[in-house]
């Protein structure tokens, strides 16, 4: 299948600074990308969708301020936690869709996942 | 609007055992429907889906579901259960072009010896 990298696997900040997570899709091209973070024990919560040269599309009561998404290329999106605080401590996750020709099949392909700890 | 229910927060089952999570959902029309595995501390992978056709789609790992639009569910299913199935199991649903994927709570699957 589809891969899609994700990185950091960890890491760990200082409250206030901002965080820089990619997501790579390694051996085909996402057009769109979806962030997700994910409490413990919790389901995954779509943050937003990210669209290759376009502005992302946000969640209601996501604050698209501190979750800066930019998917500048067709194979990479970023998220920024800006001025992160302990409370954004959370597993972040990426997926993309892959197309096959015309057909979309709505399959998602995920990323490792990235464990923001803030301190 | 979309949602799927996994009415089991956490099932246990022994080794060797036969499992079935269960999976409701709520689509206007026929949906894409999806299983994912998750290990802790790990992203998503995908075990199985349904599109159209057969109802009975078999996935990896010796995972099948079955689609039966009468009840609106997609229930994951082993007849044999390993050690290494431990782990989280969410059910989605999805349409094409490019709508939202939704996936429901998660189970909890525990395998004892």
């Known amino acids: 299948g589809a891969v899609v990298s994700q990185h950091p696997s960890w890491v760990i900040c200082k409250s206030g600074t901002s965080v820089k997570i990619e997501c790579r899709s390694l051996?085909?091209?996402?057009?769109?990308m979806f962030w997700y973070r994910q409490f413990p024990k919790q389901s995954l919560m779509l943050m937003a969708t990210?669209?290759?040269?376009?502005?992302?599309?946000?969640e209601q009561g996501v604050e698209k301020d501190k979750f800066l998404i930019n998917h500048a290329s067709l194979t990479l999106s970023t998220l920024t936690v800006t001025s992160a605080h302990p409370e954004d401590s959370s597993f972040y996750i990426c997926?993309?869709?892959?197309?096959?020709?015309?057909?979309?099949?709505?399959?998602?392909?995920f990323g490792e996942g990235s464990r923001l700890t803030v301190l | 609007a979309q949602s799927v229910t996994q009415p089991d927060i956490h099932i246990t089952v022994s080794e060797g055992a036969s499992l079935e999570l269960r999976c409701n959902y709520s689509?206007?029309?026929?949906?894409?429907l999806f299983w994912y595995v998750q290990s802790p501390g790990q992203g998503l992978q995908l075990l199985l889906k349904?599109?159209?056709?057969?109802?009975l789609v078999q996935g990896i790992k010796g995972f099948e579901a079955e689609f039966k639009r009468s009840q609106s569910s997609f229930n994951l299913r082993k007849p044999s259960v390993h050690w290494s199935d431990a782990a989280e199991y969410f059910c989605?649903?999805?349409?094409?072009?490019?709508?939202?994927?939704?996936f429901g709570a998660g189970t909890r699957l525990f395998v004892k010896a």
């Open positions: 051996d085909f091209q996402a057009t769109t």
């Open positions: 689509y206007g029309a026929t949906p894409y």
């Open positions: 997926s993309a869709r892959v197309q096959y020709g015309t057909t979309n099949t709505g399959e998602l392909f």
């Open positions: 989605a649903v999805g349409a094409s072009g490019g709508f939202k994927t939704i």
């Open positions: 990210s669209n290759e040269g376009s502005k992302a599309t946000y």
């Open positions: 349904y599109f159209s056709g057969d109802t």
